[in-house]
């Protein structure tokens, strides 16, 4: 048997007797279990040689042998809660505490990055599932990180400064306004262990050719040896940035046949996916990965819902000692916001959309919210945070609100 499932009866035995020493028969204790007589002489073996309890055997008719308890329920159920959460088992964290704050402060005790069995594990904690990881299709802002993390384009996008970076191309030109010509590297391998060919990279890049942003590549060949050429309909300086965005990313060609494919993605990129449920998501660093290997070896998303319900929260960085603790705070890199759709009757009409955006000002909004948040959100005049200055013209003529 199993040490977790052990734990598991032993729990329930506890429970059964209320923690107390007890006057019984083997029989009483299987039914309790609802196990046979002899697997439930088995199991009080077991316990006593954990040092758990004590079993003092009585033989002959009539007589109750006697069961003394050397551990409590509580403190075994707590040693088994330390150990699911050194196996990143959430999951059965949830059924075996049942209380979500506990479960919560379990977890977020565990945070951060540690250091075991000579590997490097970051682990943060996330309000709601990563499901779809699928390039192509529509990500969420998370959903976008981690798939950048699991597979590579033909080019990389530096995400600080905007510039170009080598990555399954390591080399590019433009021939024409209408054709660029793209070097691969040699020997690059999909996580399930197959070579990188080129038809997977050409297979790839027509399946997003229904994307509008890629509907102009007309033709895609391969000359030579790891060499790749798109032709397109008209010129597109910014081909090579469009290349390296989340929806170009190289997928093996067989992707469709393989078993959840969209949650458990396999890519060419510096991590692979381990596991992906609705209590985590982990990915550990992939060894053969062609650029240089990820400095941590494991990432552990553990997912709580409960904490999406809170409109902020702070960070703590432990140091050394407990007084060198720090909270950190910062505005998020985004905001929220609305489009129009101008294609339909209602966006269209200018009148309509001046009326929403007076409804919807952010000022407006804010003004009215609860104060937990108008302490931690504020107007968004830019996609960034840079951009918190109003503009001008909004000042100038700011929203009629009696309207």
Known sequence: MSSGRLQQQFIRLWQCCDGKTQDTTLNELAELLSCSRRHMRTLLNTMQERGWLTWEAEVGRGKRSRLTFLYTGLALQQQRAEDLLEQDRIDQLVQLVGDKTAVRQMLVSHLGRSFRQGRHIMRVLYYRPMHNLLPGTALRRSETHIARQIFSALIRVNEENGELEADIAHHWQQISPLHWRFFLRPGIHFHHGRELEMEDVITSLMRINALPLYSHITQIVSPTAWTLDIHLAQPDRWLPWLLGQVPAMILPREWETLSNFSSHPIGTGPYAVMRNTNNQLKIHAFDDYFGYRALIDEVNVWVLPDIGEE???????????????????????????????????????QEVRDWVSRVLSPTHLICHADEQFQRLWFPAYGLLPAGTMPNPAMVKNPPDWKR
């Open 311 to 349: 409109p902020g929260g702070g960070l703590t960085l432990k140091g050394p000692t407990e007084d060198e603790k720090a909270i950190e705070s910062r505005l998020e890199e985004g905001c929220y916001y609305l489009l129009f759709d101008a294609r339909t009757h209602r966006g269209a009409n």
